[in-house]
């Protein structure tokens, strides 16, 4: 197309927002207008974007009228139901929520991953994974090119912005409850002292881990487990691929941490993964743990790449390894995903107008 | 033995001593004297111990002569130093540390699994399994002694009391410097705040998670990762059981949990497991996630069983369980194993002296 596209971003107010207009601002500026929308309740703030107050617009059909791109960084429910007037109006739109991720006529991309999957959209819309997938996907992805992936066992240890401002703001008040006191030694004594307000968690996440993250799924699973589970099939077109997670919440209020046993095709030596991870996009290799090197979410938050570290050949397995991964949720576990994708879907637009192809055309 | 046995508890002023003292006062009385015996920096403080307060004396080759069964809650170089000291003289050591648990000549025992290894002592020393072992292997042992257990991944999620009171001030002194900020947010704010003295621990523990705890082993593992090993396949004595476990110290003051992947040798399914660990001994079922039944360890500190919940079977493998444990470290992973191995060393000793049998000859 001539004219730069005009962007959306559908939930500018969010957690996952606050990020995404902080990219837009670094990245290079492949944008035309930007339009900032949220729900009604947010609407008429000022937030900046590029170095400019923008207004923020209630969500409507209006005002998605000429966008080209509408990136959704909202609940999945308001997803389910904006995203496809948006593509009815023309944009494509590059979804955060799980609404779609699961639909067989919308990709799930990671752009280190499977780049050409943004090009096929049959429903105008794409699918960012979720951030727990994202923390994993990359690194594992890398692996898997080299040696095939065969299962993957992980346990997700998720920070609290991964259930959005909500989030954050149950782990600060709930700290500041415990933080001086002697809480914590007794049974449920944090509980009490936090009362019934859990926030968006099943139970007090101060001083506690909670394993449990998302809605009931079948057989004993919750949503975060089944998704990670059922995207990482997606994403590496590898629908038998046997993949288990547990998703457990922990007092962190930003980058997920994922203990994976992954075991592969071919054997595998920690030598030869070091040189895969250190040279690929999106990872850095942190593995010195004699020094002190691996990552902790205090040191990665704020960082776009996935942090590698305590690679470890499984003991008893020639084909296994363990490693430990870190992943800010709310940059590569969300914005900076949705932001690669979006740039990415530029180069694929029709010329003369901001139609999607059914095949990239570019 | 017609008088009643002589303890010594040496490390009563620790994190895990404070435990056992609580536990000698409301577990069923079989000691005569019990004597409290710490380093000498500790000695003139009093404590009480069955209603009655005793002054704390310091470790030395006199305070062990008429002991009868001494229990080491003492770091591993005191206990390697010391423990030899106390058998020489004729007590039966019981140890908390990591000193003997893999020497062949020490049997390493949980009660509930393999009583049988009290017995045969031939250094005079018995060794009780490390906290995050002792957090998993009574739930494991039941589900194994059914379905023959083939293959383990755990995540340890370690709460930081099992590295001492050291580690819990460190923790406290930690959230009192994140309480009410908004650190965490950027890439090493919360490592600035902390500042160079992380306590017992490779890199700030409030607001994060780490995962390293112990010493360097080979390979890249740990020294709790490499022991949780070592010691789950003396237990269950299966020498060649493939184990493998990361483990990763959690913002928790107290209670250990860990994710736990499980292949059996044979079908399983999650209603025969339940029926198992419902009706295991130290074992507490907990596990109805829709009603918000999981174990944390808010709800679990201060309790004596392994408390097991998130029971699910491995999709893609009939063999094989996923499922989530809680155990208080001080507890069941330290003083109560300690003193319930005491206790069954009570009936093994000779009648007419403390001695150690070759072989037990109640």
Known sequence: MNRRPTLAVVGATGAVGAVMLQMLSQHADVWGEIRLVASPRSAGRKLAVRGEEAEVLALSEEVLEGVDVALFLVPEEVAAQWAPIAAAKGAVVVDNSAAFRLDPDVPLVVPEINPHA???????????????????????????????????????????????????????????????????????????????????????VALNVVPWSGAPAEGGWSSEEAGLRAETRKILDLPRLRVVATCVRVPVLTTHSLSVHARFEQPVTVERAHEILATSPGVVLYDDPGAGDFPTPADVVGTDPTWVGRVRRTPDDERALEFFVCGDNLRKGAALNVVQIAESVVSTLRPESGKRPEFGDS
């Open 118 to 204: 943004v090009r096929v959209r049959p429903r105008g819309i794409v699918a960012s994974p979720g951030d727990s997938t994202l923390a994993l996907i990359v690194a594992l992805g890398a692996l898997h090119a080299e040696f095939g992936v065969d299962e993957v066992v992980v346990t997700a240890l998720q920070a609290v912005s991964g259930a959005g401002q909500e989030g954050v703001a149950a782990l600060r008040a709930q700290l500041s409850t415990v933080a001086g006191t002697e809480l914590g030694a007794h049974p449920g004594d944090v509980r009490r002292a936090v009362g019934e307000d859990t926030g968006p968690f099943a139970a007090p």
